[in-house]
């Protein structure tokens, strides 16, 4: 009897070998789950920044698009060095179209407008000192007033209350006053009410926006510039207005005929060793 019990006691317990076997299997288990989740919480962190990256870059074109297609048609212009790129175009604050206008050699200065209004039933205001274009060729047509393509408004009557600030117009035909006359007529008769530049800039790893007065030269500074995106790495070309290098972040090309110039957005960004490129071809949404 004590015998058996002697045996049973054995057969129920383990041997040192056994023990050491569990012990070693059990910590390769551990290594390789405590591995498993390591390369899983990397794989997370890495997506988390990839998709900052991502979302970063992607507010940045979504907003360049949305106020570039807006833009006064053929009013881009890039400039730079290998320290700065700028591309500028000048909003439009407003368009509009026109009956008359006054061309050429004339000494006429009056612009037969029809009442600007959208189909909401928003108006636009037309004042003093505003700048009206009217069939921009090239970007020196927007900005160089001695091309005789942008005027700037001198006055405003209609046959209603004599001025231009409500809507009450007989044919809703409004007559603006001009600097001087225009030295082409647009096909469509549209004109474009501006006042003001928007520059993208791409300096020192960042996304900068400024807006400045109508010049007609390009500013390549960037006081007064705020940031809209970082960890940019384009590398600069030396004279991007004159010849576009492969990695250049902003482009302008040459439009088709009786159509607007448009740009090609081209950035690329790195953080952390996560890299993301956004590309964009960017058109206006008005003619000349």
């Known amino acids: 009897m004590e015998y058996l019990m002697a045996k049973f006691s054995v057969q129920k317990g383990f041997t040192l070998i056994e023990l050491v076997t569990v012990i070693v299997i059990l910590g390769i288990v551990g290594l390789g789950i405590s591995s498993f989740m390591g390369n899983t919480m ?3 962190a890495g997506s ?3 998709e900052q ?4 870059g992607r507010f940045a074109v979504t907003r360049m698009q949305r106020e570039m297609a807006r833009a ?6 890039i400039a730079g060095n290998s320290g700065v790129h700028c591309v500028e175009f000048t909003p439009v604050v407003w368009p509009a179209s026109y009956a008359t206008a006054p061309f050429g ?3 006429n200065r009056t612009i037969n407008m029809f009442w600007p209004h959208d189909p909401d039933g928003n108006y636009h205001i037309v004042a003093n000192d505003q700048h009206i274009v009217i069939y921009p060729l090239q970007p ?3 900005y160089d007033q001695s091309r005789n393509r942008k005027a700037r408004v001198t006055g405003c009557s209609d046959d209603g209350d004599g001025h231009c600030l409500t809507r009450d117009d007989s044919d809703d035909v409004i007559q603006v006053q001009v600097d001087r006359a225009f030295q082409q007529a647009s096909p469509h008769h549209y004109a474009y009410f501006v006042n003001r530049t928007i520059s993208y800039c791409v300096a020192n790893g960042n996304v900068y926006r400024k807006e400045e007065n109508m010049n007609t030269s390009q500013s390549l500074s960037l006081s007064g510039a705020v ?9 600069l070309s030396g004279n991007p207005a004159s010849t576009y290098a492969a990695n250049d972040p902003f482009m302008v090309f040459a439009g088709p005929a009786g159509k607007s110039n448009f740009v090609r957005i081209n950035l690329q960004f790195n953080d952390n060793g996560e890299q993301v490129n956004h590309f964009q071809e960017v058109h206006v949404a008005f003619k000349p």
């Not at 990256?53 to 970063?56: C, G, Q, S, T, Y």
């Not at 940031?227 to 590398?235: D, R, S």
């Open 42 to 44: 990397l794989l997370f």
């Open 48 to 50: 988390v920044e990839r």
């Open 53 to 56: 990256l991502m979302n970063e």
């Open 72 to 77: 006064v048609p053929n009013s881009f212009r």
């Open 105 to 107: 050699s004339t000494s």
């Open 140 to 142: 020196a047509d927007v």
């Open 227 to 235: 940031i809209v995106a970082e960890h940019v790495t384009n590398p």
